[in-house]
């Protein structure tokens, strides 16, 4: 009976994650994607630099074996699709020692796993990496877990734990500070006076700490563009708030205004309701709601804190870790709260993301389209000219507005669609002074394009 129950709990995972996941066995090119397919080794440093190492590894071996396309998108995307279901299983049995409840350990679970910030990892190349981070903080957190309540003193049963870390290091960086968060469980759970909760929650940082710091000097050593330069700290957070509110305010270009908050919000003010209506340890409760928001804020701003300036961009992924403060939040007042109240929430949340994961997919898959199409359009231009003058074109200066396309993407697409290997030249500023500086285009247009004697003069909107 039992083995029966886990396979229906494996197939309504796997349901749940193709109904919510499946769009994405379609292909869609990232800024990523297009650097890597276009010529690789440039992205695979990329990846390196910034402490991507599995990832660079593994799309470095696919490259040099060959292997097409669409194949190193499948096999990443297949092993993301393989650990969303492992991670939702892994975290269930972990929820059901604090929920006692199968179904509702699985259905929390799902709203600590498939969080509103997903959605950045299905849009990534490195998608299934990005997913096997996640599972390995689950796996970390579940050992620790089990340490703490054990109260065991062992350092033996440290290792395991740290060697999960050390991979969620070296995979995705950003998502250390998911295990941090996660451990926000145990530490109520188990910590009963002031001495227990300074230890554990020591050991804690002491784990988020090690395997950050190797990562760090890693980056450091290969010299990441966004670690060099003066590093201000202070200015960093106002920079991190200042950004973050930003995106909250327009959804991140994901969701609706405020959507995410107001679900947070909603989900306080039931706390806070509930709480009231206690009769005891009300002081308790209030404390565990500042707790959570100190260390989720905190954790998730810490890795802003040590890069410059400029390489500061809020993604989903950075916020991931606070992305499942909700399902985390649900957990620890799952019995201060009704148990309607928090489906209800649970439905919001879940509804809302599917609709936003489809759109976001729906609208990656039409600029892929008008991407390629403005390829074709310049590249038919480019064999017009050199067919007519018999002038080869091999050199390519870019015109950039700041505000719009990134550069080196911009290229990328050209090298992937054309097969034009291009050799980047100076802007000329009789170019620009002539054909682009009194120009404000708001959609691609052949006049954006210019070709003399060698060189493709092109402008990017």
């Not at 199968?102 to 498939?114: D, K, T």
């Not at 500042?290 to 989720?296: D, F, H, K, R, V």
């Not at 957990?331 to 929430?345: A, D, M, N, S, Y």
């Amino acid at each position: 009976m039992k083995e029966l129950f886990n396979n229906k709990k494996l197939g309504i995972t796997t349901l749940v994650v193709l109904f919510y996941f499946g769009i994405f066995f379609f292909m869609n090119y990232t800024e990523e994607a297009y650097l890597l397919f276009a010529g690789g080794w440039e992205q695979v440093s990329s990846y390196m630099k910034v402490g991507s190492v599995l990832p660079g590894a593994f799309f470095a071996i696919l490259k040099f074996i060959r292997i097409p396309s669409y194949g190193i998108y499948l096999l990443s995307y297949g092993m993301a699709i393989v650990l969303t279901v492992l991670t939702i299983l892994e975290c269930t049995k972990w929820l059901e020692k604090y929920t006692n409840q199968e179904n509702m350990a699985l259905l929390l679970s799902m709203g600590i796993v498939l969080n509103p910030w997903i959605i950045g990892g299905y849009l990534t190349l490195e998608k299934g990496f990005i997913l096997l981070s996640i599972y390995a903080c689950i796996k970390a957190v579940q050992l620790l877990d089990q340490k703490i309540e054990e109260k065991d003193k062992s350092r033996k049963k440290l290792i395991k734990p740290f060697l999960w870390l050390l991979l969620v290091a070296f995979t995705t960086p950003k998502m250390m500070s998911l295990f941090v968060v996660l451990t926000i469980l145990p530490i109520l759970k188990y910590s009963k006076s002031l001495k227990q909760w300074l230890k554990n929650e020591g050991n804690v940082i002491l784990f988020y700490t090690i395997p950050s710091a190797l990562s760090y000097v890693w980056c450091k050593l290969l010299q990441d563009e966004g670690l060099e330069g003066p590093i201000q700290m202070i200015e960093n957070g106002k920079i991190f708030f200042v950004k973050f509110y930003e995106g909250i305010k327009n959804g991140f270009g994901i969701y609706p205004a405020f959507f995410l908050p107001l679900i947070g919000i909603l989900l306080l003010a039931l706390s806070i309701f509930f709480i009231q209506n206690k009769k005891k340890k009300k002081l308790n409760s209030y404390g565990s709601i500042i707790y959570m928001a100190i260390i989720t804020l905190v954790f998730t701003m810490i890795p802003f804190l040590f890069r410059n300036e400029e390489s500061i961009v809020i993604d989903e992924i950075s916020l991931y870790a606070m992305g499942s403060m909700i399902g985390i939040f649900m957990v620890v007042f799952q019995k201060t709260i009704k148990k309607e109240f928090l489906l209800i929430i649970l439905i919001l949340m879940l509804g809302g993301e599917y609709f936003a994961f489809t759109n976001s997919a729906i609208n990656r898959f039409v600029g892929n389209y008008a991407e390629k199409q403005m390829m074709e359009t310049i590249n038919k231009k480019v064999s017009a000219y050199e067919s007519t003058t018999g002038q080869a074109v091999d050199k390519i200066a870019i015109y950039r507005d700041d505000l719009n396309r990134n550069k080196d993407t911009a290229i990328g697409m050209l090298k992937y669609y054309t097969k034009r290997d291009l050799t980047i030249t100076e802007q000329n500023d009789y170019i620009s002074d002539r054909y682009f500086k009194s120009k404000d285009w708001k959609e691609f247009t052949e006049d954006q394009v210019v070709i003399v004697n060698e060189t493709l003069h092109w402008y990017l909107y």
